[in-house]
């Protein structure tokens, strides 16, 4: 698969990548940014199936943390 990148794009991505920074190389940023656009759609996924479920929990901190969770398990299930 090849991406075509802006230079300022380009330039961001390469700073993301090195000794000194969070990711190894090009791959596992790339791999990482996937997996996290995959965790906000399922994200909105589920808070789209709790709406369309009527009335439920109170919007609160515990409410987002049991959420996660959930979000949490899906993943490592699927992996």
Excluded: C, P, W
């Excluded at 390469?14 to 990482?32: I, K, L, T, W």
């Excluded at 759609?41 to 919007?59: K, M, P, T």
């Amino acid at each position: 698969m090849n991406v075509s990148l802006t230079d300022s794009l380009k330039q961001f991505v390469e700073s993301q990548v090195g000794d000194n920074a969070r990711y190894g190389n090009v791959s596992e940023f790339m791999r990482d940014l996937i997996r996290r656009e995959q965790a906000r759609i399922e994200f909105h996924a589920l808070v789209a199936e709790g709406v369309r479920s009527g009335d439920g929990s109170e919007l609160n901190d515990a409410y987002f943390d049991r959420l996660h969770d959930r979000i949490s398990a899906a993943r490592t299930t699927a992996q």
